[in-house]
């Protein structure tokens, strides 16, 4: 859909079809002629009531891509049709320029701030920007620095609400003119100009015009004016390519500049797709326009489907084989887990120190047998039983705290068979010594003890004698857990 006073665009998208397959559909009207209804998934429609040949013309239709070449707001001509690029970007359509940017530019003012910022980044010498003062209304409109000046009346274009001021009478009078606009407005200095500037990008393609009035107006394009294309020097693209970069990027810019007769250069506006064409190439602009818009149109997803995007290399993620000798040990069935251990034992283990060799809590001595036990093989992990969430959720792998020593005599606990494996195999594997982890502190010692000292004496036949030998280690532990 082209949205332009002039109709234009038919004949330059004839015979183009996107990605050399779908041909393109035009549909030509002003925003006046427009209605719409937008939705979340159902995208925009758009009711259109045209007069073609003296016949009113009623159509709804579903546009695909929008190209803006009218004014959205103009306060001299009483348009505002920024609710309908609201409607349109709430349809989710792509544009050229986008509706964003389209938005953005229906308050010059707020597009002269990005030239500011423009301003301050390149410099002065590289980015010429004219000085300007903004007023949100008459009140702060005393007087000006000096005479002349341009005082500049809310939002207009093609030179309207532009007056030159030449002293401070007349500037008061303006001002009063301001408080009945209710508007806001900007002055900036009067440059005598010897002629304009323009600089123009359609796309990759630029041009440079320079305008001499003949008429006398101090407005170069109000009246009788001379247009010549000038040479594209590298000054002129680094100010245009400067500016398109603003409200997320601008397809289609130009920008306005007044070239002094003391032979200074002034940016004083940037315009946008909605820019009036001008010079010996109207034809050429206007196909580099269409050209535009179908590249772009091609560069958007397909009708069912999408446009393939370049995929990132995938690696494939694999999970670390299981060494041998780690393999999950626990109670059998029968037989009740043990006892928990308290708070602070949990929280101590989990902040490793460095191994002591000849710490007497490292390595215990299990009442019956005497034989020396490692501290992983009485952790409360491995001791609770094979239904128990903790154990299914660490079957997968095994914990440092899972590895007992090579040469450790275990308990004579039968290990419970694991699920997908034979009897034979885990047999295999449990004769396979396991590599020692150095991370184990004093805590883990004394819970370890506690445990294995427990286990220990189940089944035996004097409960008295299991007790006291389980206080006996505890002791021991404290007293080799404080004496550091």
């Known amino acids: 859909m082209c949205l332009d006073m002039h109709l234009w665009g038919a004949k330059y998208f004839h015979g183009k079809k996107v990605n050399g397959e779908i041909e393109i559909r035009v549909e030509q009207a002003e925003f006046s002629e427009l209605n719409l209804a937008a939705y979340v ?30 004014h959205a707001y103009s306060m001299a001509l009483g348009e505002d049709y920024r609710s309908l690029v609201i409607g349109l970007q709430y349809g989710g359509l792509p544009a050229v320029n986008s509706l ?43 007087t000006a620095p000096r005479f002349p000046v341009v005082v500049k009346l809310g ?6 609400g532009k007056i030159k001021v030449e002293n401070q009478h007349d500037y008061q009078d303006i001002t009063s003119m301001v408080a009945m606009a209710k508007t806001y407005a900007t002055t900036e200095a009067f440059v005598d100009s010897k002629y304009d500037i323009r600089i123009q990008k359609i796309g990759s393609n630029y041009k440079a015009y320079m305008r001499t009035s003949i008429s006398g107006n101090w407005k170069a394009n109000t009246g009788s004016a001379m247009l010549e294309q000038v040479a594209m020097t590298e000054r002129y693209r680094l100010w245009v390519d400067s500016c398109s970069e603003m409200f997320g990027g601008l397809d289609i810019c130009a920008v306005k500049a007044v070239h002094s007769k003391d032979g200074r250069d002034y940016i004083i506006e940037v315009m946008d797709s909605s820019m009036p064409l001008i010079g010996e190439h109207l034809e050429e602009d206007k196909q580099l326009m269409a050209d535009l818009v179908v590249s772009k149109m091609s560069q958007l997803p397909m009708p069912g489907g999408t446009v393939p995007l370049p995929l990132r290399p995938w690696t494939p993620q694999t999970k670390p084989a299981k060494p041998p000798g780690q393999a999950q040990l626990g109670p059998p069935l029968g037989q009740p887990q043990p006892r928990t251990p308290t708070q602070g034992g949990p929280r101590q283990a989990q902040s490793p120190q460095p191994p002591r ?10 009442p019956q047998g005497q034989q020396p036990l490692s501290p992983s093989s009485g952790s409360p992990q491995q001791q609770r039983s094979p239904g128990s ?22 308990t004579s606990q039968p290990r419970p068979p694991m699920q997908g494996r034979s009897t034979s195999q885990q047999g295999e594997e449990s004769k396979k010594p396991a590599t020692p982890h150095p991370h184990l502190n004093k805590s883990q010692s004394l819970t370890n003890s506690l445990s294995t000292s427990d286990a220990s004496q189940r089944g035996t036949p004097s409960e008295d004698e299991a007790k006291a030998e389980t206080i006996r280690n505890l002791r021991k532990s404290f007293a080799s857990l404080f004496s550091d």
């Open 155 to 160: 939002h207009a274009h093609a030179g309207m």
């Open 100 to 142: 964003y940017s389209v938005y953005n530019f229906c308050s010059k003012p707020w597009v002269f701030s990005q030239l500011i910022k423009i301003f301050h980044s390149l410099g002065p010498e590289k980015f010429p920007l004219v000085e300007q003062t903004f007023f949100p209304n008459h009140k702060p409109m005393l």
């Open 41 to 70: 998934t159902g995208g925009c429609m758009v009711d259109m009531q045209v007069v073609r040949n003296g016949t009113k013309v009623v159509r709804s239709f579903k546009p695909d891509f929008i190209l803006v070449r009218q």
């Open 389 to 410: 969430p903790q154990l299914s959720r660490t079957s997968g792998g095994s914990s440092p705290n899972q590895v007992s020593k090579p040469g450790t005599t275990l």
């Open 357 to 366: 060799s000849g710490s007497p809590s490292q390595q215990r001595l299990s």
